[in-house]
C-alpha cells in the first residue's frame, strides 16, 4: 500500500488507483499533519510513503529514522505525465527490499537500501 504525502498532486493519486493500487492520501485523510506523524503513520501500517517533499529524505539520511520506506518524486509540472508513467512502471515492476529510499525523475529511477 501507498501512502501519499499531502503534496502529491490528484492526478498522480487517481492514476495509481486505476491501475489497481491502493493509495491513502494524507490530503484526503489528515491534512495538515506533520511530518513526524506522516513517518508514524507510514510505519505503523508499513505503507511505502510516495512524496514531493525532499525533507523526508533529512529525516530518513540525517535523522536516521528507521524502517521508513520513501518514494520521493522530482519533476517540472510539464512533466506530470512522464512521472506518472515512471512511478506506474517502477511499482509494477521492481520489487523493492524494504527500507528503501527511491528517487524517481522522469528521466531516471534510483533506488538505495536503506
Given at each position: 500500500?501507498?501512502?501519499?504525502?499531502?503534496?502529491?498532486?490528484?492526478?498522480?493519486?487517481?492514476?495509481?488507483?486505476?491501475?489497481?493500487f491502493?493509495?491513502?492520501s494524507?490530503?484526503?485523510?489528515?491534512?495538515?499533519?506533520?511530518d513526524?506523524?506522516?513517518?508514524?503513520?507510514?510505519?505503523?501500517?508499513?505503507y511505502?510513503?510516495?512524496?514531493?517533499?525532499?525533507?523526508?529524505?533529512?529525516?530518513?539520511f540525517?535523522?536516521?529514522?528507521?524502517?521508513?520506506?520513501?518514494i520521493?518524486?522530482r519533476?517540472s509540472?510539464?512533466?506530470?505525465?512522464?512521472?506518472?508513467?515512471t512511478?506506474?512502471?517502477?511499482?509494477?515492476?521492481?520489487?523493492?527490499?524494504?527500507?528503501?529510499?527511491?528517487?524517481?525523475?522522469?528521466?531516471?529511477?534510483r533506488i538505495r537500501?536503506?
Amino acid at each position: 500500500m501507498i501512502l501519499a504525502d499531502e503534496n502529491i498532486p490528484f492526478e498522480i493519486i487517481k492514476s495509481l488507483r486505476e491501475v489497481e493500487f491502493e493509495v491513502t492520501s494524507i490530503y484526503e485523510l489528515k491534512r495538515g499533519i506533520k511530518d513526524e506523524q506522516v513517518i508514524e503513520m507510514a510505519m505503523k501500517y508499513d505503507y511505502l510513503l510516495l512524496t514531493e517533499d525532499k525533507d523526508f529524505g533529512e529525516w530518513v539520511f540525517a535523522h536516521h529514522v528507521k524502517g521508513l520506506s520513501v518514494i520521493f518524486l522530482r519533476y517540472s509540472f510539464s512533466e506530470l505525465q512522464e512521472i506518472i508513467q515512471t512511478l506506474i512502471y517502477l511499482l509494477k515492476n521492481k520489487t523493492l527490499q524494504r527500507p528503501v529510499f527511491v528517487t524517481i525523475t522522469p528521466q531516471k529511477i534510483r533506488i538505495r537500501q536503506l
